[in-house]
């Protein structure tokens, strides 16, 4: 009994060690990552596809990037391969959250997180496989149960509906943010926790007045991964939005009401607390939880106070 109860302590000290180690190759990969988008900075108007492609190449091959890229599916040769993928098939696009070459590398470098957190589980290839999907959680009942402290909008699948939802828009303009709103309201049981979890902080420590946190994407399939490709988006392949562990957060509708900063700051405290990996793109944040984050946890959180 006691060999067992060391060989288990044992165990867990083995694996808060690998997942501190972890922890600290995830913090050293987006440092060295800040640095290459540094050159590129440094390099002004100069950067081109071509130009780009050789300094990735150069850069992502020293030891620094391998902790990380040696670790997702394919390995680190496969994981170059992507990213100049990206890089190579690059078009900017009003749609695009990728407003220049290096925010697109940006985008591109960052979600490699994603991919050693979750890129080994299968993708929902089609919409049909995201519908029925029994490992996600479903927002819908939920939301009518107010067990929700987060919004989001529907996606409307009808030309009545689109019709509808652009008089809205013409008629008050500032109500909601300007987004399509979710093809598929559903996302792991974890990742609805710890957006639960953001939302009470930021509605605990936003100013008065100021709308609830706003989610505009959640899982996709594969296949609406691509059809958003072909719109102009920088909707990337292979993606922790089809796996079910990503959101995408509004972010520059609450301007108007001066918590953008805010829950900025909310968002990147959990990242360095090793919670979310976290991209900026624009308009909306991309977050991914990380593995163990939200689970035994209660899905509504104990309500913070505002001060």
Known sequence: MIDRQISDATGALSQLAGEARRDADVKAYRAVVADVLAELAGAGRHVTVDSAGRLLTR????????????????????????VLSEVGSYRRGA??????????????????????????????????????????????????????????RLQPM???????????????????PRTAGLRFPCGRAELVVVLNQIAAEFAAVAPR???????????????HQQHLRGLGYAAL????????????????WFR?????????????????????????????????????TGRALR??????PRS
């Open 59 to 82: 850069r992502m091959r020293e030891p620094a990037f391998a902790p990380v890229l040696s670790a997702v599916p394919g390995g680190h040769a496969a994981a170059i391969r992507g």
């Open 95 to 152: 749609r695009s959250p990728a407003v220049n070459l290096p925010t697109l590398i940006r985008i591109a470098l960052l979600a490699q997180v994603d991919l050693l957190w979750w890129g080994h589980l299968p993708e929902y290839q089609t919409d049909a496989d995201v519908f029925g999907a029994t490992e996600l959680l479903h927002l819908e009942p939920l939301r009518r149960d107010d067990m929700l402290l987060f919004d989001y």
């Open 158 to 176: 009808t030309l009545l509906g689109r019709a509808a939802r652009s008089a809205e828009r013409r008629a008050a303009p500032a109500r909601s």
């Open 209 to 223: 007045g100021t709308p609830r946190l706003w989610i505009t994407s959640l899982t996709r399939s594969v296949a």
């Open 237 to 252: 392949l292979p993606s922790a939005h089809c796996v079910g562990y990503a959101a995408d957060l509004e972010m520059a």
């Open 256 to 292: 108007r009401f001066g918590a953008d900063q805010i829950l900025r700051a909310l968002l990147v405290e959990r990242q360095n607390a090793g919670e979310i990996n976290v991209i900026e793109e624009g308009q909306a944040w991309h977050v991914c939880v990380r593995p163990g």
């Open 299 to 304: 899905l509504i959180p104990e309500q913070i």
